[in-house]
């Protein structure tokens, strides 16, 4: 009994992120649509946002916290935030996420974003992509960086470069990961 109450509460949750991922979108793309490009523009500048540098480990394996290094600028200054895609294979997209950039790294980005797995959760053999871009008051959006991982019997032994990364935290990846085959079970 305990098991579907776990497994109605998991999904109920993954429901109720999707439509609020979904209801910040909206609300993300209305708020900058209410001015057109040169109105922003003028108020915020015309420069993009440029992704210089990442780094993750491409292999982690399951209750490891993936960190993904990120140095990134924008000669205006108005970074606003990051948005965080992920793909995970014979599953699906899921919802987009936006983790707020901090007042001090509006203009200059150094850090790293993270996604908490669960130990519990057997993910081996998974990959995962994530599609990254960050996106500033103006409307302006980097290109899209991807960065892959899969789930492994042994982590990636890789360090970031602390001469290039700054290890501060910029917030969390507020996605979770599915298990495969308990995915398909709950389709059928």
């Not at 439509?19 to 909206?26: A, D, E, Q, R, V």
């Not at 394996?61 to 990134?72: F, L, V």
């Not at 008051?137 to 960086?145: N, P």
């Amino acid at each position: 009994m305990n098991i579907l109450a776990d497994l109605k509460n998991i999904i109920s949750r993954i429901f109720f992120i999707q439509w609020l991922s979904i209801i910040i979108t909206g609300i993300i793309f209305l708020s900058l649509n209410c001015m057109s490009l040169e109105e922003r523009e003028a108020i915020y500048g015309s420069n993009t946002p440029i992704i210089e540098a990442t780094f993750a480990k491409n292999k982690i394996i399951s209750g490891d916290t993936w960190k993904i290094y990120i140095n990134a600028s924008d000669q205006d200054g108005d970074m606003k935030a990051l948005a965080c895609n992920i793909y995970q294979d014979g599953i699906y997209t899921h919802p987009l996420d936006i983790i707020k950039i901090k007042e001090d790294q509006k203009k200059k980005l150094s850090g790293y974003i993270y996604l908490a797995t669960e130990a519990f959760q057997n993910l081996w053999g998974v990959n995962v992509e994530l599609h990254l871009n960050i996106f500033d008051y103006a409307g302006h959006w980097s290109d899209t960086t991807i960065i892959k991982m899969k789930f492994g019997s042994r982590k990636s032994k890789k360090e970031a470069d602390k001469n290039l990364f700054t290890e501060r935290s910029l917030g969390a990846i507020l996605i979770k990961l599915v298990n495969p085959s308990v995915y398909d079970a709950g389709r059928s």
